[in-house]
């Protein structure tokens, strides 16, 4: 849900990661929240090459006719809409109606200390990670019932299960999200919905991209540094994860081979909640 920016100089690079878990999903329409870039981006890509019609929700029309172009075969409908906005979150609920998958993963950041966190921004960051899943998922969820199967996967975080300072909104917005993920489970299991999370550490995003380089400067540091001694000095696996990672988890929640796992939270998180 926000504009690209450039990668930071000198940061690992990316990992290579090939599609491998099977998944057909052929004739089924899932809609996809975040898509114009990042993790969301990923998964419109991902579902989409499994036979998906993907909804990719995102206000950045820009990212959205770029992804379209990405994926090539006409089977992504953009939906530029601002889930912050009280009519983007009633057309987002309307676009939902039908869909068979819902993956949530439209988000924002802002680091300040509580005292000063303007509470504007918090109450804009609630809406668009937590009032817009709960919204998006109301709306999908009776025809998922009707047909007796559906997948709801919210991407969370590591700040669902652990918290940081000077994250107020977001560890907010995000144990939030687990525990609505959780009283979906409970409530579309008799009818064939799973509902799950995943919830990985720093992800290469363009919403990370930034925190970076606006750490590196209120710190005085390098990039290298706020990654290495900072974003992952409580993860055992010392890089950065890659979105088509996190894709590929989300694709394994909706394979058949996952109908039993709901109310779950999937951490990818290089052991971080290990300690």
Request: hydrophobic share 45%; proline share 8%; with cysteine.
């Amino acid at each position: 849900m926000t504009p690209d920016a450039p990668v930071p100089p000198a940061l690992p690079a990316p990992l290579s990661v090939p599609r491998s878990v099977r998944l057909d999903l052929s004739g089924r329409t899932a809609l996809v929240t975040g898509a114009a870039s990042g993790i969301g981006r990923a998964c419109a890509l991902r579902l989409a090459a499994a036979g998906a019609t993907v909804r990719a929700v995102d206000r950045d029309e820009r990212g959205l006719k770029e992804l379209r172009e990405a994926e090539g075969t006409g089977a992504v409908e953009p939906f530029p809409l601002d889930l912050t906005a009280p009519d983007g979150l009633d057309a987002a609920e309307d676009a939902a109606h039908g869909t068979d998958v819902l993956v949530n993963g439209a988000g924002t950041q802002l680091v300040r200390p509580l005292e000063e966190f303007p509470p504007e921004v918090f109450r804009a960051m609630l809406t668009l990670m937590l009032e817009a899943p709960f919204r998006l998922t109301r709306g999908a969820l009776p025809g998922m019932y009707g047909r007796g199967w559906g997948r709801v996967v919210h991407l969370s975080s590591v700040h669902g299960l652990r918290a940081s300072a000077y994250k107020a909104a977001y560890v907010a917005a995000k144990h939030g999200l687990e525990g609505l993920s959780k009283v979906t489970a409970l409530e579309g299991a008799p009818h064939g919905v799973t509902s799950n999370c995943v919830s990985p550490a720093y992800v290469r995003t363009p919403l990370v991209e930034r925190q970076i380089a606006d750490q590196a400067a209120a710190h005085g540091i390098t990039p290298e540094r706020v990654v290495t001694d900072v974003m992952l000095a409580d993860s055992a696996l010392k890089r950065l994860l890659e979105p088509e990672e996190v894709a590929e988890a989300v694709a394994y929640l909706c394979a058949p081979e996952a109908s039993f796992v709901t109310g779950a939270s999937l951490p990818l998180d290089g052991a971080w909640t290990a300690h």
